[in-house]
């Protein structure tokens, strides 16, 4: 019903979450983009009938939570098809899902769950996604998770799995900003030396996000960074923010806030301010180049 009327904004969307769906509707913020999880529809008519309404004035990014590529059991298909039809009702400008796994066997757990980085699991992943991609009719993103643990039997860092999925299917990747932080800190690798191997051509879009911060139980003194969506984004975040933009070049990103969710204004502000750290690290980047 939207076909080809929307394109992507390198500006920052904020994710819709229901508790604002009947204001968005009503008041029409000037929001350049929004990005829903289609899990958050498909049982809900009435909230589905708002998205469409919705998606004939703003762009929107279909962000899944419970495709689950690293399902050792395989793709749901009756969910996959459930999804299909909601992406070619609102055709969005965007569809996406995690490097991880969340169901097993029909079994839908509330978390997205870590993978070896191995050959096995390349294999796996990226025979998903290529019956994702086919599913869908359409590239799907895959984003980078937050970590708390590794796994002993990987032979592959995080980015060169990635970019070897990249490589075998032709998926693009989300980049979420503040995953890259918020892992580097829980499993000791330096984030902007991550930011820095990812294939600049394959970034789709940015993802910033809160964290919060639990005492690591097993070693006193030190903290873990917990990805909860429900805080607004930390200042070293917006540093390798500002550095991945520099990168990448500009991008589409977007404010991710989940869990005890603000007002919607307070949602702007920081897609604002995501706007203005931008604006900031290219305009210094240019400079630097005129200076030589
Ligand atoms: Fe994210």
């Not at 399902?71 to 995690?98: E, F, K, M, N, Q």
């Not at 796994?101 to 070896?116: I, K």
């Not at 999925?165 to 980049?175: F, Q, Y």
């Not at 984004?233 to 589409?252: K, N, Q, T």
């Amino acid at each position: 019903m939207t076909a080809g009327l929307h394109r992507v904004s390198a500006r920052c969307g904020v994710g819709l979450r229901l508790p604002h769906l009947a204001e968005v509707v009503a008041s029409r913020p000037p929001v350049p983009w929004f990005e829903v999880h289609p899990e958050n529809f498909l049982a809900n008519p009435h909230a589905a009938e708002l998205l469409t309404t919705i998606a004939c004035d703003y762009p929107i990014s279909v962000h899944t939570v419970g495709v689950s590529i690293g399902s050792a059991s395989g793709i749901d298909r009756s969910h996959l098809g459930r999804v299909r039809t909601l992406v070619d009702d609102i055709d969005p400008i965007l569809v996406s899902g995690h490097l991880a796994w969340s169901t097993h066997a029909g079994d839908y757990l509330n978390d997205l769950l870590p993978l070896p980085y191995d050959h096995e699991t390349l294999l796996l992943l990226a025979r998903h996604i290529d019956e994702v991609q086919d599913g869908l009719g359409r590239p799907y993103l895959v984003e980078n998770p937050s970590s708390y643990v590794g796994f002993g039997t990987s032979t592959m860092t995080e980015v060169e799995f990635l970019s070897e999925l990249v490589d075998r299917t032709g998926c693009r990747l989300l980049c979420d900003v503040s995953n890259i932080y918020l892992s580097g800190h829980n499993m000791g690798f330096d984030p902007y030396a991550y930011v820095d191997g990812l294939p600049i051509e394959t970034i789709g879009e940015l993802h910033l996000g809160g964290f919060t911060v639990e005492e690591d139980e097993s070693n006193p003194g030190a903290e873990f960074l917990i990805d909860t969506h429900s805080a607004r984004i930390s200042e070293p975040v917006w540093d390798l923010y500002a550095h991945a933009v520099r990168r990448f070049g500009p991008r589409p990103t977007l404010i991710e806030w989940d869990n005890e969710i603000p007002l919607f204004a307070t949602l702007v502000g920081e897609a604002a301010r995501a706007d203005a750290v931008a604006a900031q690290a290219l305009d210094r980047q240019v400079r630097h180049a005129i200076a030589g």
